[in-house]
């Protein structure tokens, strides 16, 4: 799988901060362009519906990837729904502060911290798939 679908289609792993930003801006984006769209076509319409739907999947899929990265379970996700805290919470706990440093009960450190080198976390993670999690690094 490679590193776009592991981070919009997959809950496995952890995300760091940065690349959560960097996907999740666009989904956003999606959401809104759907958002604001009138509707009477109904091409269109299944097409406004089916970006909503992989919008909504893919960003689910992220918030679980960094609550794992903040060593919390993927149950959390519920208090993301909730109006007014729900936001505050993604921003805050998802957005803001960093991820559990080195291994975490669900997996390795996407920053590589804690690590020895070739030990399957940071920027050696799936390299069989040429996979990280470290997606937009140069």
Do not use: C
Not at 10 to 25: I, Q
Not at 52 to 70: C, E, P, T, V
Not at 86 to 103: K, Y
């Amino acid at each position: 799988m490679n590193n776009q679908k592991w981070a919009l289609l997959s809950f496995e792993g952890r995300m760091r901060r940065r690349d959560y930003w960097l996907y999740s801006v666009p989904v956003l984006i999606m959401v809104l362009s759907t958002f604001f769209y009138q509707g009477g076509n109904v091409v269109l319409d299944a097409l406004a519906l089916a970006i909503s739907l992989f919008a909504i999947y893919a960003s689910i899929a992220l918030n679980i990837k960094r609550l794992k990265d903040r060593n919390k379970s993927p149950w959390w996700i519920i208090v993301t729904f909730l109006p007014l805290v729900g936001p505050i919470f993604a921003l805050v706990e998802l957005g803001i502060l960093d991820g559990t440093p080195g291994p975490n009960q669900f997996g390795p450190d996407p920053k590589g911290r804690g690590q020895k080198p070739g030990s399957g976390g940071g920027d050696d993670v799936h390299q069989d798939e040429k996979k990280d999690t470290a997606v937009f690094e140069g």
